[in-house]
């Protein structure tokens, strides 16, 4: 039974985590920079948690804020030049995916503040990040534990990078933060923790291991999913710690496997129809299911078997969540985005064959 695993990150999770392991900020360094949102931080309660535990240490802070959704590497490395301003021993993200992954890439600038686009996205880089505490705010990215960072370049396409440097030191994991969601961020960021487990079952680099991660992950996501109606009565606390659990099990299996051809379609609409990432990453995900039924059934039943949930009651709990998206395309523009496509490594991860023309069809069946 082979297995491939890679975990660094210390990873703490529970109430009041960061409270009450705040001695283990003191061995990072006397001064750091916070990299935030615009105001998600503050409203969950996360920022006055970190803040405290800082002062409490006797570490200097200082907020960078800048981060917006689907973040900029210009964002990302401007967060770094002023952590390098500041003299940061390290960095502290705090917020959704876009802020934590913001916060990756801001260590990594801090260390080498004179880094552009090209030399971020090249990974030569001359010093090691500085090291990178992560405090989640939603449900849905798992970034917490992944070795990965998702960007808008400048040209207006959305990147991941993949760099062992780029794991956090410290993740805490407290699902209070998480509270102050409303519905519709539930559902977007709570759907991508199922696009993260699906994918990842589908993926060429599972084992065993990812495989019990998506599992559970999955099990968690449509039970507390059903419960709430698509999430649109309000979880409760140990709902929310359910979830914010869900999307951990997803990072820790994306971290073996990567994720396939939903995940890069979804960029697609992120960029071009504004669809936030979680809804535009699950767009795809009963294409992914349905092609997988054809190609590899036994594999496929075997899935449904594990997650203890039949095809129709988990699309049934899938539509609940996920909206109707209003989205045309014509023939020109679905034949323009082909070529992102071609040869691109999620699409190679699939457990079955997929390529451009795959992506043409689904583009058509459903957007045309």
Same mark, same amino acid.
């Given at each position: 039974m082979p297995i491939d695993l890679m975990m660094p990150v210390h990873l703490i999770t529970?109430?009041?985590?960061? #409270?009450?392991? *705040?001695?283990?900020?003191? /061995? !990072?360094?006397?001064?750091?920079?916070?990299?935030?949102?615009?105001?998600?931080?503050?409203? %969950? /309660?996360? !920022?006055?948690?970190?803040?405290?535990?800082?002062?409490?240490?006797? +570490? &200097?802070?200082? =907020? $960078?804020?800048?981060?917006?959704?689907?973040?900029?590497?210009?964002?990302?490395?401007?967060?770094?030049?002023?952590?390098? &301003?500041?003299?940061?021993?390290?960095?502290?993200?705090?917020?959704?995916?876009?802020?934590?992954?913001? *916060?990756?890439? @801001? #260590?990594?600038?801090?260390?080498?503040?004179?880094?552009? &686009?090209?030399?971020? $996205?090249?990974? +030569?880089?001359?010093?090691?990040?500085?090291? =990178? =505490? !992560?405090?989640?705010?939603?449900?849905?990215? /798992? %970034?917490?534990?992944?070795?990965?960072? =998702?960007?808008?370049?400048?040209?207006?396409?959305?990147? %991941? +990078?993949?760099?062992?440097?780029? $794991?956090? @030191?410290?993740?805490? /994991?407290? *699902?209070?933060?998480?509270?102050?969601?409303?519905p519709r961020v539930t559902a977007t960021t709570g759907i991508d923790a199922l696009a993260h487990c699906v994918e990842s079952y589908f993926s060429r680099k599972a084992d065993e291991l990812s495989r019990l991660f998506a599992v559970e992950g999955i099990r968690l996501f449509l039970k507390n999913a059903a419960e709430t109606q698509g999430f649109a009565g309000e979880p409760s606390y140990a709902r929310r710690e359910a979830l914010y659990t869900a999307s951990i099990m997803g990072g820790l299996a994306i971290n073996t496997t990567g994720t396939v051809f939903p995940h890069t379609m979804g960029y697609l609409l992120t960029e071009r129809f504004g669809i936030p990432h979680g809804f535009a990453s699950a767009a795809f995900m009963p294409a992914l299911l349905s092609g997988a039924a054809e190609h590899m059934p036994e594999y496929t039943a075997e899935f449904f078997t594990r997650i203890g949930c039949g095809q129709e009651e988990f699309m049934r709990i899938y539509a609940a969540v996920m909206p109707a998206l209003d989205i045309r395309m014509t023939r020109e523009e679905i034949t323009a985005a082909l070529p992102r496509f071609k040869g691109n490594g999620s699409f190679g991860n699939t457990a079955y064959d997929v390529d451009e023309r795959t992506a043409e069809e689904i583009l058509t069946r459903n957007f045309l």
């Open positions: 529970g109430a009041e985590c960061i #409270g009450k392991n *705040a001695k283990a900020l003191a /061995g !990072l360094g006397k001064r750091c920079l916070i990299v935030t949102g615009h105001s998600g931080a503050k409203r %969950s /309660g996360a !920022l006055d948690a970190v803040t405290q535990a800082l002062d409490a240490g006797g +570490i &200097e802070h200082a =907020v $960078y804020s800048g981060i917006a959704p689907n973040p900029t590497v210009e964002s990302c490395l401007a967060a770094g030049r002023m952590a390098a &301003e500041f003299g940061a021993d390290f960095v502290v993200g705090i917020g959704g995916g876009s802020a934590l992954d913001a *916060a990756k890439v @801001a #260590g990594a600038a801090a260390a080498n503040p004179d880094m552009d &686009e090209s030399g971020l $996205y090249s990974r +030569i880089w001359q010093n090691a990040p500085k090291p =990178v =505490v !992560l405090v989640g705010t939603t449900s849905g990215t /798992g %970034s917490e534990v992944t070795q990965v960072a =998702v960007l808008t370049d400048s040209s207006g396409r959305k990147h %991941s +990078i993949h760099d062992p440097r780029l $794991y956090a @030191a410290i993740s805490f /994991g407290d *699902a209070r933060f998480t509270m102050s969601a409303p």
